[in-house]
Nanobody, 127 residues
Framework: QVQLVESGGGLVQPGGSLKLSCDAS????????IGWFRQAPGKEREGISC????????YYTNSVKGRFIISEDKVRHAVYLQMNNLNVEDTAVYHC????????????????????WGQGTQVTISS
């Protein structure tokens, strides 16, 4: 059974950093794209960064390029999102998702109905 569990969220000041973790089980990372998505109150869900288990290619949406780094540890069966220089616009619930696919950008833009989702972790940026 596919299971995704996010952790690492919290409250930080603008300019601070957080590292989110997505612990995955029940499937092989090599055949999946794992992505980080976020949803702020009153806004649509946004795919912000994805990584392909097939070739380790990555995708970042423009708003996080240069600030966020996605990585994957196939031994620990986990995907991480290092978030730096956070600002108030980054406040949201962050979810990870797994899709049986190989194109990171495609999944970030359209995860599709067969995506498996975690419960999410709250990230709040505030002074």
């Amino acid at each position: 059974q596919v299971q995704l569990v996010e952790s690492g969220g919290g409250l930080v000041q603008p300019g601070g950093s957080l590292k989110l973790s997505c612990d995955a089980s029940g499937f092989l990372l090599d055949y999946h794209v794992i992505g980080w998505f976020r949803q702020a109150p009153g806004k649509e869900r946004e795919g912000i960064s994805c990584i392909s288990g097939a070739d380790d290619s990555t995708y970042y949406t423009n708003s996080v390029k240069g600030r966020f780094i996605i990585s994957e540890d196939k031994v620990r069966h986990a995907v991480y999102l290092q978030m730096n220089n956070l600002n108030v616009e980054d406040t949201a619930v962050y979810h990870c998702a797994a899709v049986w696919a190989s194109d990171a950008q495609e999944i970030c833009e359209t995860p599709g109905p067969h995506a498996h989702w975690g419960q999410g972790t709250q990230v709040t940026i505030s002074s």
